[in-house]
C-alpha cells in the first residue's frame, strides 16, 4: 500500500482513538488476506547475557556491573530445543547479546547439532553484527533466519543510542549482507526510545520498505533502571501499536511478532499487538533459572514461568481474541524453501 509522507506522519502522531481504531482494522484485513486469523509460536532460547556493546538503552550492555551473567552450554540448549519440539515449535530463535566467547566456530557447533537433531525446524539467529563471511558460515551449518533491529534509520538518532564505537552505516550493512546469503530477515526498531523524533519513525518505516524484511520485530522502549537512559520515560503503548499497523501496511506479508517488550508494558499488550496487524508471538523456551536475568529492560513478564506454561498461557490468550495458533515453521509468505 502506498501511503504518502503526510499521511504516515499522521498516524505516528495522531492521538485520537477512532482514527487509531480505524487505521487497526485497516492493518487486520491486510493481514487476514494474507495469514488468515493464524498466528505462529516461536521458541525463543536467550542463551547468553554476556554483551561486548554499550548501547545506552540496554540492561545487558557490557557497562553494567549489576547483571549476572550467564551462558547456556550446547547440551542446555538441546534441552531446550527437546522441550520446544515436544511442545511443537517448529522454529527456534536463538538470541543473545554479542558474546565474543560464541565464536564463529561454536555458533556453527551449536547450529550444526541442532540442525542433526531437528532437521525440520526453522533455525533463527538473533546474536548481533558479525562479518559477512561469518554470516555465510552460520547459513551453511543450518541458520535459516536472522533477526537484527536496525533500532533506528537515522544517524544522528542512533548516534544518541549508541557508543561512538558502534556505527548504522555497519548495522544496515549487516541487514543487506544477511539478504544478499538468502536468510529470512527481521529487522526492526524500538518506539520512544530517548530523543526520537516522528520523522524519526516515518525514517523507520521507509528503511523497511527499502530493505523489504520478511520480520520486522517493534517494541516500545522500556527503561532499565542501570543504563544511562534509565531515568527516561518508556515509550508510548498506543504508539507502538500504531507503527506495528503501518508497519502491516507497508509490508503485508512481513512476519511481525507481539513482543515481550508490548506485553511488559500494557496488560493484553501482545493480544492487542495482535489487534493491530502482528502475527507471531514468541514465547520463552529459556531455562526458567536464567530468565530474569536476560533482563534488557525492568520488569519483564513470564520470567517465573515454565516453557510449557507459557506455550498454554500464549495459546489461551490468542484464542481469546479470536486468533489460531499455528505451530507450523511458518516461512514468509511466498518463501521459498528451496530456493
Ligand atoms: N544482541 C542482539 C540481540 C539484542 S536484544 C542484537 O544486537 O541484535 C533484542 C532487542 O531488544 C534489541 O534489538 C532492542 O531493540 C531491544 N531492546 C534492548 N533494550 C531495550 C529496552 N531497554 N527496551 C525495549 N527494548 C529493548
Known sequence: ??????????????????????????????RSSHYGQDVYFRGLIEFSNYCKNNCYYCGIRAGNPRVERYRLSLEEMLSCCRMGDLLGYRTFVFQSGEDPWFTDDRI????????????????????????????????????????LRHETASEEHYRKLHPPTMSLQERKQCLWDLKGIGYQVGAGFMVGTPFQTPENLLGDLRFLQKLEPQMVGIGPFLPQEDTPFGKHPQGSFEQTLRMVALTRLLLPKALIPATTALGTIAP?????????????????????????LYALYDHKICTGDEAAECRVCMEGRIRNFGFVPNMARGDAAGWNRSA
Do not use: C, W
Not at 505516528?12 to 482514527?19: K, L, R, S
Open 1 to 30: 500500500m502506498e501511503l504518502r509522507d503526510d499521511e504516515l506522519l499522521h498516524y505516528i502522531t495522531t492521538e485520537d482513538p477512532a482514527e487509531a481504531e480505524a487505521l487497526f482494522a485497516r492493518a487486520r484485513e491486510v
Open 108 to 147: 556453527v557447533e551449536m547450529l550444526e547439532a541442532v540442525r542433526r537433531e531437528f532437521p525440520d525446524n526453522a533455525i533463527t539467529l538473533s546474536i548481533g553484527e558479525r562479518s559477512r563471511a561469518s554470516y555465510e558460515r552460520f547459513f551453511r551449518a543450518g541458520a535459516n533466519r536472522y533477526l
Open 268 to 292: 493484553q499488550g501482545r493480544e492487542k499487538g495482535l489487534m493491530a496487524g502482528a502475527n507471531v508471538v514468541m514465547p520463552n523456551l529459556s531455562p526458567k533459572e536464567v530468565r530474569k
